[in-house]
């Protein structure tokens, strides 16, 4: 195997190290119950996740036909989701291991977002 010299390593967490798509639709069809929508199935879900909270929420709003509750719906779901964000989240299948090889002498951290004017990790 090929060893590179590397100082830091830097992983994107969500959608990369972890999956958090069963908490994210939990969160959004807790928060579609309270407003009284109906519920969203996970596969649909799965197709608004990757951009952020606000497209994510602007395509649910808008395909069950409620955009005009879109900011309520955004800030009900930010609540629910920051309580519940590692209820069923897990990290993807041989991540543990992976991580687990960096050598002892790299900095690795990882961006848990750049959207929305927020950067987090390192």
Do not use: C
């Amino acid at each position: 195997m090929k060893r590179f010299n590397v100082d830091v390593v830097v992983f994107d967490l969500d959608g990369t190290l972890i999956d958090s798509k069963e908490d994210i639709a939990n969160s959004l069809n807790h928060t579609f119950n309270e407003v009284g929508y109906d519920p969203v199935p996970l596969k649909v879900i799965e197709g608004y996740v990757g951009n952020g909270i606000v497209p994510l929420i602007r395509m649910a709003v808008e395909s069950n036909g409620h955009p005009e509750k879109e900011e309520e719906v955004t800030t009900l779901f930010r609540e629910r989701y920051w309580a519940h964000l590692l209820d069923k989240t897990r990290l993807y299948p041989g991540v543990e291991e992976t991580l687990g090889k960096l050598d002892e002498n790299t900095k690795w951290g990882w961006s848990l977002t750049s959207r929305n004017g927020m950067q987090r990790g390192l």
